[in-house]
Nanobody
């Protein structure tokens, strides 16, 4: 089994920063794409940022220039540095990974989510 464990969420004032971490554990051959999604109450889950194994990234327009996704392949960990936070960033943030578990099989895995609240 593969587990994604997220940390770093919390309450922050507008304009502040948070750094989210997501560590994968279990039997892992490699992790292909990793990403962060978020879901606010009553809204659809949306992709925030994604990063490929080689480091190429993709961001939602709403977070470009403010958020940075990165990964440490040796530690099977992905990060999301969130700067200049806005109230609209308030959501539960979920880590997602396409995990290669053996020579032929990959599995999409989700973290449990961590709540980010941006408020004065």
């Amino acid at each position: 089994q593969v587990q994604l464990v997220e940390s770093g969420g919390g309450l922050v004032q507008p304009g502040g920063s948070l750094r989210l971490s997501c560590a994968a554990s279990g039997r892992i051959f490699s992790i292909n794409d990793m990403g962060w999604y978020r879901q606010a109450p009553g809204k659809e889950r949306e992709l925030v940022a994604a990063i490929a194994y080689g480091g190429s990234t993709n961001y939602a327009d709403s977070v470009k220039g403010r958020f940075t996704i990165s990964r440490d392949n040796a530690k099977n960990t992905v990060f999301l540095q969130m700067n200049s936070l806005k109230p609209g960033d308030t959501a539960v943030y979920y880590c997602n990974a396409m995990v290669r578990v053996d020579s032929i099989r990959s599995s999409e895995t989700w973290g449990q989510g961590t709540l980010v609240t941006v408020s004065s």
